[in-house]
């Protein structure tokens, strides 16, 4: 049961935190070896853990992983986002923007972005970037998909926001 387990999560979760990861400038092989880390605690630590929170757990452990990678490196984060796309998608769950898309735009949504609290840079990237559904967000995160549409509501009403006081 315990190998089924990790091995259900580690085909579903691996390489959604691997993305992320990436997607916040992550080296891949830092990314690679951050996701390894990750399920080898998972394993170490697998007893202790109730199954259905184990996603969110491990994805957890990964972002704290990649957090104190950046803090030993003394390096930023750094978004790399596919402004296009990330905009197309953001806009069609609400009338976002209506101009054309150039290099400063690409700018722009990472300045919104990085003016957004964690929690809801974290959401866009995983819903507009990542092409999540509410359920893996959902599982990933720990939280219900109802919870998960509340907080992408609040975090797309927030980059309006900030986008409108930006952009004017």
């Known amino acids: 049961m315990r190998k089924d387990v990790l091995t259900h999560m580690y085909n579903n ?4 935190i691997y993305k992320y990861l990436l997607k916040h400038g992550c080296r891949r092989e830092v990314a690679e070896e951050i ?20 996603p969110s757990w491990i994805f957890k452990v990964a972002l704290n992983n990649f957090r104190n990678y ?23 769950d609400g009338d976002i923007v209506n101009s054309l898309l150039d290099e400063e735009t690409a700018n722009e949504i990472r300045d919104c972005l990085n003016c957004l609290k964690r929690s ?12 999540l559904s509410y359920k893996e ?3 990933i995160l720990g939280l219900s ?6 907080y992408l509501y609040r975090s797309r009403k927030d980059f309006k926001r900030v986008w409108r006081d930006i952009n004017g």
Not at 122 to 127: A, C
Not at 145 to 150: L, S
Request: glycine content about 0%; aromatic content about 8%; charged content about 35%.
């Open 13 to 16: 979760h691996a390489s959604i």
């Open 120 to 131: 809801y840079k974290e959401l866009l990237i995983m819903k507009y970037e990542l092409e």
């Open 137 to 139: 967000i959902a599982s």
């Open 35 to 54: 996701v390894h880390d990750s399920f080898v605690k998972a394993i170490e630590h697998f007893d202790d853990l109730d199954p259905q929170r184990l």
């Open 145 to 150: 998909e109802q919870n998960i549409k509340t």
């Open 70 to 92: 950046l803090k030993k490196a003394s390096t930023k984060e750094e978004l790399i986002i596919d402004n296009n796309r990330f905009l197309e998608r953001l806009s069609a």
